[in-house]
């Protein structure tokens, strides 16, 4: 019964792989998000869905593409890899933000490692 | 105008003493101040919020304390515990910024048994 599971935990690849990373919450939750956390821990916002529908996408490459299938799934993909990729990668999600308040409930996390 | 600054970077505090972590916003239009707790090899969980209509926000050894004047905000832990050990991320958010969390950079708290 976990609320938001994400796979792989782990993931290494070469340099101009494509790899996706899947997202899923149970939380009956409208809205989710990706973020990415550095080597300094640092966690900064990639996208944002809400029922499927972009609404945040912030300065990330467009080599990174996010698909919402329905409202539970969030995926990640990430085409031709680059060293700096290499980063945790966050799935998350809230409910409506003119509902609950925007807490935020996240997975535990994707190690990409691109060598 | 977008940011959280986050202080210090790093902690210890003896067990049973008091860790006091700061930040410090520029946008007014923040309405939601949550902060978050990280252990190694897990996602940030929520660990209290507060709006800025409150100046304090009490949940069992975790206060917030909140300056709106002064735009900032800080997170004290009573008694702290070797259990309390993580990385704090203190955040602002607001329905004008398109629901975007902003995190501060973080802070590594060690308590020392």
């Known amino acids: ?115 | 105008q977008q940011q959280v600054k986050q202080s210090p970077q790093s902690l210890i505090v003896q067990k049973g003493g008091i860790s006091i972590i700061n930040c410090a916003y520029e946008n007014t239009a923040f309405d939601y101040f949550p902060w978050y707790q990280q252990f190694p090899g897990k996602g940030p969980a929520l660990l209290i919020a507060i709006r800025p209509d409150v100046s304090e926000k009490k949940e069992g050894r975790f206060t917030i304390s909140f300056n709106k004047s002064a735009k900032q905000f800080s997170l004290h832990i009573m008694d702290s515990q070797p259990g309390d050990s993580a990385t704090y991320f203190c955040a602002a958010s607001s329905k004008t910024g398109g629901f975007k969390t902003i995190f501060g950079a973080g802070t590594r708290l060690f308590v020392k048994a």
């Not at chain 1, 019964?1 to 993931?11: N, R």
């Not at chain 1, 990373?21 to 939750?29: A, D, S, T, V, Y």
């Not at chain 1, 799935?91 to 996240?106: I, L, N, R, T």
């Open chain 1, 1 to 115: 019964d976990t609320a938001v599971s994400q796979t792989p935990k782990y993931l290494v690849t070469q340099m101009g792989n494509d790899k996706s990373i899947k997202c899923e919450q149970n939380l009956g939750h409208d809205t989710m998000y990706w973020y990415k956390q550095d080597s300094k821990k640092f966690l900064k916002i990639m996208f944002s869905y809400n029922n499927k529908e972009l609404i945040i996408n912030e300065t990330v490459p467009n080599r990174f593409s996010p698909k919402s299938p329905d409202k539970a799934h969030l995926n990640l993909h990430i085409n031709s890899l680059e060293l700096g990729d290499s980063a945790v990668y966050f799935c998350a999600s809230s409910q409506d933000p003119q509902g609950a308040g925007y807490e935020q409930y996240f997975g535990p996390g994707t190690r990409l490692t691109v060598t």
